[in-house]
C-alpha cells in the first residue's frame, strides 16, 4: 500500500515535472502532440482492462469517451446553481469554474461513463467475440446518434468554447494514475481473475470466479477511465462535437493496443505513443500527396500486416520493466556474456 | 424515398411505410446474405463486405456516367437499359474478384489462428478499402445518373416509387436464384457441407479453399447488386455508405438467423419495415433501431428467427 502511494506520488512528480518542461520550454504544437499522447495513453490502458486482460473485445470505447467528455465539459460551461424559490440562477458563472472545478468535473466525465459501462456491460455479458464488438459498435454509434439530438448539448455542433484547463500536468498525473492502478490491479487476485475470464472463462467459473461480475467490473474500470480521458480531450481542446468520436476512434485505440500487444499496459502505452505522433508525421506526407484517406489507409494495412505477421503485437502479453530491460541488456555482472 | 400520401387514414399510412421498409429491407436483405454465408462457413464477421457493397456502387456509377450517353434537350434524359446491364456486369464481376482477393490475402492465411486474429484483420481490410475509396473516389458525394422516370406507381391506397419496385423485384430474384443454387446444385451441397463441419468436408473431398473463395465472390456479388441498387435509389455514394448499412445488415442476418439465406431475407425485410416505421416517427432514431433490435435479440433467441439453435459443446 505505502509502495503504491509511493509510486503514485512519483508519477505525479514526473508529470508536474514534465508539465513545467512542456509549458516552458516547448512550442504550443508539439505541445499540444504531446499532451495527446497523454490522452491517447489513458484510453489505451483503459482499453486494455476490457480488450486485452478481460479478453471481451470491445470496440465502444470512443462512446465512453464521448460520455466522459460531454459530462465534464458540460460540468465546467453550463452547469449552475439554480434557485428554485427564485427561480433563476444564483450565479453566471458555472458550478464548477475555476481550477478546482476542474477535477470534480472530470470526475464527474468518469463517473457518468463508468455508469455506461454499467449499463452496456450487463446486457452484453451474454455475447461472445464478434457479437459483443458488434454490439460495442453498436453502443458507441447510439451515443453519437443521441448527443447529435441533444439540442442541450449542441446537437451536430457540439459544445464550444470550453475552457482550457486540461494542462499537461492534469493529462500526464491522470495518466500515470491509470498506468499505476493498471499495473497494480493486473498482479493483484482480481487482475489474475480478468486473465483467467480471458483464458477460459468455463475454467475461470469451474475456480470460482465469478466470470460475469469480472467482465463488467472490467467494462466500468474501462469505462470510467475512457470518461477521464474524454473530459481531458474537451478541455485541450476547447470544442467537442459528436464526430470526435465516431466509430474510427474507437478503432484508432484498437489498433494502438494491437501494435503494442493486446494484454500488455506498456504495450498499449507505447502503442498509444507511436499511433499518436506517427499520423502526425504522415499529416505533411498526406498534405503533399494530396490524398485525405491516406493516413487512416495507412493505419489500416499497418493493422492487416500486423494481424498477419506478428499477431501478438511488438510487446506480447509482456510488459516492459525493469526486469525486461536488465535481461535484454548486455549485463556486467554476468562474466561468460562478456566480449 | 416518397414523401407520405396526403391521407389521414391510418392504416393506408402505415402500409405506405412498410411499403418503403420493404424496399429498404431488400437491400439490407441483399446484403445479409453474404454476412450469413460467410459467417456460416468461417465464423467471421467480414467487416469488409460493407465496402464491399460501397465498391458496388461505386463500381456501377462509374460506367453508368462514362457510358450513358445523355442526349443534349431532352425531355428527362435517361441511362439506357443495356449501359444499366454493363454497370451491373462490371459491379459484380469486379466486387466478387475483390471479395475472392480480400479472402485469399487477408483471411486465408489467418483461418487457423484465433478468431480474435480475424476479427481485427476483417476491421482493418474495412478501413483499408474505405480510406483507399476516400483517396480513389474521393470524399465528394457523387450521384448517380437517372435510369427511370422516377415517378411513383400507385398500388391500391399506396404509392410505390418506381425505383423502389425495381429495387424489391431485382433483390426478390437475386436472393431467391441463390437459395436456389445453394440448396440444389452440387457446388451449393459443398457449401453448406463446408459451413457444417469444414474439416470434415474437406475429408470427404470438397474443395475447401475453393468452396471459401466461391461464397465470397457470391456473398461480394450480391452485395454489389444491393450497393448499385441503392446507388440508383437514394444517388449519394460516399466512400463510408458501407458502414452504417453493413452494420444493420449484419444485424439484419442476426435477427434472420445466421448461416440461412432465407433467414437473412426475412431479417432485413423485417429490419427494413421497422427501421421505416420508427423513422416515419422520428428519422435520427431510425438508425439505433438496428442496434435494439440486435441486442434484443442475441439475449432472447442468440439462433434468430429461422436459425438452427446449436448447442455449444464445452
Known amino acids: 500500500m505505502l509502495r503504491a502511494l509511493g509510486i503514485l506520488c512519483l508519477g505525479l512528480a514526473g508529470a508536474f515535472g514534465l508539465h513545467l518542461v512542456v509549458s516552458n520550454a516547448v512550442p504550443p504544437y508539439p505541445a499540444l502532440i504531446v499532451n495527446m499522447c497523454g490522452i491517447s495513453i489513458i484510453l489505451a490502458i483503459s482499453l486494455n482492462v476490457i480488450n486485452g486482460l478481460t479478453g471481451q473485445f470491445s470496440l465502444g470505447h470512443a462512446g465512453f469517451m464521448a460520455i466522459g467528455a460531454y459530462v465534464s465539459a458540460y460540468f465546467t460551461t453550463t452547469l449552475r446553481y439554480f434557485d428554485p424559490d427564485a427561480a433563476r440562477y444564483i450565479s453566471e458563472a458555472p458550478l464548477f469554474d475555476g481550477l478546482w472545478g476542474f477535477p470534480p468535473a472530470l470526475l464527474a466525465g468518469g463517473i457518468a461513463a463508468a455508469l455506461a459501462g454499467l449499463i452496456v456491460g450487463i446486457p452484453t455479458l451474454r455475447l461472445k467475440g464478434d457479437y459483443l464488438a458488434i454490439a ?25 468554447s470550453i475552457p482550457g484547463y486540461a494542462d499537461t500536468f492534469w493529462i500526464y498525473g491522470s495518466a500515470a494514475t491509470c498506468l499505476i492502478l493498471t499495473g497494480f490491479l493486473q498482479r ?17 467459473e469451474v475456480m470460482g470466479i465469478n466470470a460475469a461480475r469480472m467482465k463488467i467490473t472490467a467494462f466500468v474500470y474501462g469505462a470510467f477511465f475512457a470518461g477521464v ?17 465516431g466509430y474510427m476512434k474507437s478503432v484508432e485505440v484498437v489498433v494502438m493496443l494491437v501494435l503494442g500487444g493486446l494484454g500488455s499496459s506498456t504495450g498499449a502505452v507505447v502503442g498509444a505513443l507511436i499511433l499518436t505522433v506517427l499520423p502526425e508525421a504522415l499529416r505533411d506526407v498526406e498534405r503533399q500527396v494530396e490524398l485525405s484517406g491516406f493516413r ?8 492487416v500486416v500486423m494481424m498477419l505477421f506478428r499477431p501478438q503485437g511488438i510487446f506480447g502479453q509482456r510488459e516492459l520493466s525493469l526486469k525486461l530491460l536488465r535481461r535484454l541488456l548486455p549485463s556486467r555482472d554476468k562474466p561468460g556474456r562478456q566480449p | 424515398m416518397l414523401p407520405l400520401l396526403e391521407t389521414s387514414d391510418l392504416a ?6 412498410c411499403a418503403n421498409g420493404v424496399a429498404k429491407g431488400s437491400v439490407y436483405a441483399l446484403v445479409a446474405v453474404g454476412y450469413t454465408r460467410v459467417y456460416g462457413v468461417l465464423q467471421l464477421i467480414n467487416f469488409a463486405h460493407s465496402d464491399v457493397y460501397m465498391l458496388g456502387a461505386y463500381f456501377s456509377y462509374y460506367p453508368a456516367k462514362w457510358l450513358g450517353y445523355m442526349p443534349e434537350g431532352a425531355e428527362k434524359p435517361k441511362v439506357p437499359f443495356y449501359v444499366l446491364g454493363l454497370a451491373f456486369l462490371f459491379a459484380v464481376s469486379a466486387c466478387a474478384a475483390t471479395g475472392m482477393l480480400i479472402e485469399r490475402l487477408a ?4 483461418r487457423n489462428a484465433s478468431r480474435l486474429s480475424a476479427l481485427i484483420t476483417a476491421i482493418g481490410v474495412s478501413i483499408l478499402l474505405q480510406n483507399v475509396g476516400q483517396m480513389v473516389f474521393g470524399a465528394d458525394p457523387k450521384s448517380f445518373p437517372r435510369y427511370m422516370d422516377q415517378e411513383s406507381v400507385a398500388l391500391g ?16 430474384a437475386m436472393v431467391g436464384a441463390l437459395h436456389l443454387f445453394v440448396q440444389r446444385t452440387r457446388t451449393g451441397a459443398a457449401m453448406r457441407a463446408c459451413s457444417h463441419d469444414m474439416r470434415t468436408a474437406g475429408l470427404m473431398g470438397v474443395n475447401v479453399n475453393a468452396t471459401v473463395s466461391l461464397t465470397f465472390a457470391l ?37 434472420g438467423g445466421i448461416g440461412s439465406i432465407p433467414g437473412a431475407a426475412l431479417g432485413g425485410l423485417l429490419l427494413g419495415v421497422a427501421e421505416s416505421m420508427v423513422g416515419a416517427w422520428n428519422t435520427t432514431y431510425a438508425d439505433a433501431v438496428a442496434f435494439v433490435v440486435l441486442v434484443v435479440v442475441l439475449l432472447v433467441k442468440p439462433s434468430g428467427i429461422l436459425g438452427k439453435s446449436g448447442r455449444e459443446k464445452v
Open chain 1, 136 to 160: 460495442t459498435l453498436g453502443f458507441g454509434e447510439i451515443v453519437s446518434i443521441l448527443l447529435s439530438n441533444f439540442r442541450a448539448v449542441g446537437g451536430t455542433k457540439g459544445l464550444t
Open chain 1, 188 to 204: 493483484s487476485t482480481f487482475g489474475r481473475a480478468l486473465i483467467a475470464v480471458r483464458e477460459n472463462e468455463l475454467a475461470a
Open chain 1, 229 to 245: 480521458a474524454g473530459g481531458l480531450f474537451g478541455h485541450l481542446m476547447l470544442t467537442i462535437s459528436p464526430a470526435n468520436f
Open chain 1, 296 to 303: 487512416m489507409a495507412l493505419y489500416a494495412l499497418l493493422l
Open chain 2, 12 to 17: 393506408t399510412r402505415l402500409l405506405q411505410q
Open chain 2, 107 to 110: 483471411y486465408r492465411p489467418l
Open chain 2, 157 to 172: 391506397p399506396i404509392a410505390v416509387a418506381d425505383t423502389s419496385l425495381v429495387i424489391i423485384v431485382v433483390a426478390a
Open chain 2, 219 to 255: 456473398g461480394s456479388a450480391m452485395a454489389a447488386v444491393g450497393g448499385m441498387l441503392i446507388a440508383m435509389d437514394q444517388p449519394r455514394l460516399t466512400p463510408t455508405m458501407g458502414l452504417l448499412a453493413g452494420l444493420k445488415a449484419f444485424v439484419a442476418a442476426v435477427l
